[in-house]
């Protein structure tokens, strides 16, 4: 896989991280302030977006590099990546709701119900870890594979 950048992947990574740190830390907030401070709301938007986002980018710079069929959407890329083993079947799963929000907090960004954001990055911080703990195990597993 002599194509994977893995600097890059590494930089999502660590975006990734950052920024389910911000939204847990807005998540300690509670759910009301979700409804009632605005700015709790746009913070914990921008940092589930641009998490989801980097995720997709991660699955996609994979996809390509390992010659494994191209997703046609968002929610396909964590299909892919699932059932390819990157990721064990019932994440794949899980990350496919987080392109799902992804697309409304890019599209429908006038219709977010702070309840169900609220809900949704509660659920999907451990997801995330997830994700980037199997990515890492992919690259150190693909290193390994290069060097021998």
Not at 16 to 28: A, H, K, T
Not at 92 to 117: E, M, S
Not at 124 to 140: H, P
């Amino acid at each position: 896989m002599r194509d994977l950048d893995r600097s890059a992947v590494l930089a999502r990574i660590e975006r990734i991280r950052q920024s389910v740190s911000v939204l847990q830390e807005m998540l300690d907030k509670g759910e009301q302030a979700f409804g009632s401070e605005p700015h709790v709301l746009t913070v914990a938007e921008r940092h589930a977006q641009v998490a989801a986002q980097a995720a997709l980018d991660i699955a996609d710079h994979i996809i390509a590099a390992a010659g494994w069929p191209m997703p046609t959407s968002y929610a396909d890329a964590f299909r892919i990546v699932s059932r390819e083993g990157l990721v064990p079947l019932d994440l794949g799963d899980r990350l496919v709701r987080l392109a799902g929000l992804r697309n409304i907090l890019v599209h429908l960004y006038l219709t977010i119900d702070p309840q169900k954001l609220f809900q949704d990055a509660s659920q999907g911080l451990q997801d995330l870890e997830q994700y980037c703990a199997a990515v890492e195990s992919f690259l150190e597993a693909e290193e390994s594979r290069r060097d021998a």
